[in-house]
């Protein structure tokens, strides 16, 4: 069950559309295969003035995308390479964003130190 958080750097006044949470869980379920309530999205979108690079003014149109990935077990080498490059373009896709301003970390496996209800994914 893959828990996806997602952080665009937006404008703070900027509405978020109440169903680009929905989106991105049904796109990124599409690129894990995953069946229907499998895939959660917690979309949490970053104000820009919470947001910089060094040495750089950052404009609307380069603002970032931040995802963090937590499996269960995470797919490796060449499989979590394509998982990468696929989850990307689909966030992007639904962003309307340039790829290249999607960024990915995978978090640790969560088996062993995830727990839902109480009980623990093994």
Known sequence: MPIL???PVLDARAAVDPTLAQRLADAAAAVFGQA???VW???RPL???QYAE???A???AERPTFVTVLHARPPEGDA???EAAALTGAIAGVLGQSAERVHVLYAAAGAGRQAFGGRLIA
């Open 5 to 7: 958080d997602i952080e």
């Open 36 to 38: 229907p309530g499998r």
């Open 41 to 43: 999205v917690r979309l």
């Open 47 to 49: 104000p820009a003035a």
């Open 54 to 56: 060094n040495g750089a």
């Open 58 to 60: 950052v404009e609307p």
């Open 80 to 82: 979590r390479a394509q």
